[in-house]
């Protein structure tokens, strides 16, 4: 719908979805007319049909499981399509315990209790997953790839691309710095002092850094010799 546009005109869209985003806070209304594009579409083939154009959730679920839990990232990337769920009886009390099946320091799979709504949010990725006619979604994965795994092979829940692996750990890592971006974007729309959530560094400077103002002059300093150089 959005092709690969980085903004998007949601004042222009809405004539297509009759919607505009809006929040209310102190009872101001805000207007999002325009938003960072974080949408990934792109061709699967789908059971029972053709190829067609389909939104990627896995990395919005992703961060979203992320937050709620606190879970690490690599065992969200990694978790079961046959077994997440199995040990839910109830779906309808507000926490309930989700089947993590690695770890970095246990030797067994692990159970913490969770909001239903992380539940929710991950049988949608179950049903989009099941949507996809590719046969490398019906093969077993060992964990990380490593066939020298402790942890044996399963069906990830978060199958993402043609060869049935899972989203790269970069992937998720930039996808959260995108979302950082937006907010850090939308925050002064509330009329709340701006908030610095992420910022563009030379390479090697990190956001935390401690030095980072020493750091940055020195970059500057070895730019500017270089740029003198070349001039003369």
Not at 10 to 24: A, D, Q, R, W
Not at 70 to 84: P, S, T, V, Y
Not at 113 to 119: D, G, Q, R, T, Y
Not at 196 to 212: C, K, T, Y
Request: hydrophobic share 40%; proline share 4%.
């Amino acid at each position: 719908m959005f092709g690969k546009e980085q903004l998007i005109d949601t004042v222009k869209l809405s004539e297509k979805v009759v919607f505009i985003p809006l929040m209310y806070w102190n009872g101001q209304r805000v207007v999002f007319k325009e938003l960072q594009n974080l949408l990934d579409f792109t061709i699967v083939k789908i059971k029972n049909g053709d190829p067609i154009r389909l939104p990627r959730p896995h990395l919005l679920n992703h961060i979203y499981v992320a937050l709620q839990t606190g879970i690490r990232g690599n065992h969200i990337q990694w978790l079961d399509a046959e077994k997440f769920n199995q040990l839910v009886k109830d779906k309808d009390t507000s926490f309930v315990p989700l089947y993590v099946s690695t770890d970095k320091s246990k030797n067994n799979a692990w159970s913490p209790m969770v909001h239903k709504k992380v539940l929710e949010t991950l049988e949608q990725q179950l049903a989009w997953r099941n949507l996809v006619d590719n046969a490398k979604f019906n093969k077993k994965m060992f964990y990380n790839n490593n066939e020298k795994t402790k942890w044996g092979i399963f069906y990830p829940i978060f199958s993402y691309g043609a060869d049935g692996l899972p989203y790269s750990d970069n992937a998720y890592k930039n996808y959260w710095l995108s979302i950082l971006v937006q907010f850090q974007n939308i925050i002064p729309k509330f009329g709340v002092k701006r908030t610095e959530l992420a910022r563009l560094l030379p390479s090697g400077i990190s956001f935390n850094e401690i030095n980072q103002d020493v750091k940055l002059k020195e970059y500057g300093l070895k730019c500017k010799d270089k740029c003198e150089h070349n001039t003369t």
